[in-house]
């Protein structure tokens, strides 16, 4: 069976350029950015739904949307709250309708920051959520509004990811390696850093999966790579791979390096609904990192 055909609003970052790269030439993949679908739009979003649908109709494929579109600065969304609210939760409650009235599936990606961050081991998708930052209520808002909207509408929570093509932890600690002697990260944040390669060959098989209508129970999903590490030893191992002395890096408190929104302290998501669901877990965090810089080393300096 041939793979569905996929709409990815907010396709150009960082996952949905490895959405793209591991779908590969097989199969319809259109991936529009902001600027090219406005998914608070509800016209435009209808007219892309339509047309992407009846092209994958005429070439005999089955069609899922996968939403990453979302509006992710976290600082500065403390600010800019009805920015954050019009992205996070509005555009994926019109998605959500315009999918469930052409009958789409819908997967859409979240986020750790849904959780208050104050628990001692992984969190299961059910777990009482708590957001501290506007970010983080924005997105449990869309989740909820997707999952209201749509019986076939599947919620992904991720966390900590980097890749290339975009700011993110790897690429400032990259930045950072060059540009100081030492530099000081918080050693009391705790969460599991998920290489978007990874995290795209895990929503490839999810939407294979409810494609063939072979889909999970759990409409509310956790995936990233396994294992855990505070952000002081991620950016040490992010030095490791620089070829760079990781004793540069110091640790400090959270309280030492204030930031406009308040992050989780631990943020460790349970991957077991995901497995439970017949999906595959992703390997361990180290050793993903480790891939990721043979892969992409020259983008971030590496020696």
């Not at 600690?173 to 060059?178: E, K, Y």
């Not at 705790?190 to 129970?217: I, M, N, Y």
């Not at 439970?276 to 983008?299: D, I, M």
Request: charged letters at 25%; glycine letters at 10%; a negative charge.
């Amino acid at each position: 069976m041939p793979p569905p055909a996929l709409l990815i609003p907010g396709g150009r970052g960082q996952l949905g350029t490895d959405l793209v790269g591991r779908r590969g030439p097989s199969g319809l993949v259109h991936a529009p950015g902001s600027s090219e679908l406005d998914i608070t739009d509800s016209g435009a979003l209808t007219d892309a739904v339509d047309s992407f649908a009846d092209a994958a109709g005429d070439a005999g494929l089955r069609p899922v949307v996968v939403n990453l579109a979302a509006y992710t600065a976290v600082d500065d969304a403390e600010s800019d709250p009805a920015g954050a609210e019009r992205v996070n939760t509005r555009g994926p409650a019109e998605l959500a309708e315009v999918c469930r009235k052409r009958g789409l599936p819908l997967l859409h990606v979240s986020t750790d920051y849904v959780f208050r961050g104050d628990a001692s081991v992984p969190y299961e998708p059910d777990d009482e959520t708590g957001p501290r930052s506007v970010y983080g209520r924005t997105k449990l808002a869309g989740e909820r509004a997707v999952l209201a909207a749509h019986p076939r509408a599947w919620v992904v929570r991720t966390a900590w990811l980097y890749g290339v093509g975009g700011t993110n932890f790897v690429s400032t600690m990259a930045r950072l390696c060059a540009e100081r002697e030492t530099i000081s990260v918080a050693e009391d944040q705790v969460g599991s850093p998920t290489w978007t390669a990874d995290l795209a060959g895990g929503l490839l098989e999810l939407a294979d999966s409810v494609a063939r209508r072979d889909e999970p129970a759990a409409r509310v999903l956790h995936c990233t790579n396994t294992g855990s590490v505070n952000r002081c030893e991620f950016a040490r191992a992010v030095f490791e791979e620089l070829g760079a002395d990781p004793e540069r890096v110091r640790p400090v408190a959270t309280a030492d390096v204030p930031r406009p929104a308040p992050r989780p302290a631990f943020s460790v998501l349970s991957d077991r609904k995901w497995t439970e669901g017949g999906l595959t877990p992703l390997r361990p965090w180290r050793e993903a990192l480790r891939a990721a810089f043979e892969r992409h080393g020259a983008v971030w300096g590496a020696r």
